[in-house]
């Protein structure tokens, strides 16, 4: 059994869920955000995004972070705030000694619902049928849970790939 943590990074809401993968089972145990203040220093945004993300680490002792990739912003200044959570994000994890996989959007879509191209509402739906008891508050636990998701997919399939497995 692994414990992954999911992320979505965000500088006002970053989104994280935390859920139990054995094999092919699945079991929600948290989500939520750490949230930021928007009038604060980016100093101050980033420490509290790094604090908050610290804090559910201890809490939860994950044994792997999964981290979703961000779109490029057209509006340049958004995309460098983005980029420098995107960084804490990652940090976090890395500094407990974690593995930290990424994957893309359409990636963890494909992995979650099927398709790479599918909706918001489709991913969010499919996460409280993969994790029955998920409350999911705010769009950015749902997708984190679905990064959480889509890595515990991954890494069973390269699992039995490494242990040579073969379909009965």
Not at 18 to 40: C, F, P
Not at 89 to 115: D, F, H, N, S, W
Not at 129 to 143: E, H, I, N, S, T
Request: aromatic fraction near 4%.
């Amino acid at each position: 059994m692994v414990r992954v943590l999911g992320l979505d990074p965000g500088l006002r809401f970053c989104g994280w869920g935390v859920i139990e993968s054995d094999g092919n089972r699945l079991r929600h145990l948290g989500d939520g955000v750490v949230a930021t203040v928007d009038s604060d220093a980016m100093a101050v945004r980033l420490r509290c995004l790094h604090d908050g993300l610290a804090a559910l680490l201890a809490e939860w002792a994950p044994d792997e972070a999964a981290v979703e990739h961000t779109y490029m912003n057209k509006n340049p200044g958004a995309a460098i705030k983005l980029g420098m959570a995107r960084g804490v994000v990652l940090l976090a994890p890395a500094l407990t000694g974690i593995p930290v996989a990424e994957y893309q959007a359409m990636e963890v879509k494909r992995a979650v619902v099927g398709t790479g191209h599918a909706d918001k509402i489709q991913v969010q739906d499919m996460v409280r049928r993969l994790l029955p008891g998920a409350v999911l508050k705010r769009a950015d636990a749902a997708d984190a849970l679905a990064v959480a998701i889509c890595h515990a997919h991954h890494r069973s399939s390269r699992l039995m790939l490494t242990q040579g497995y073969t379909p009965a």
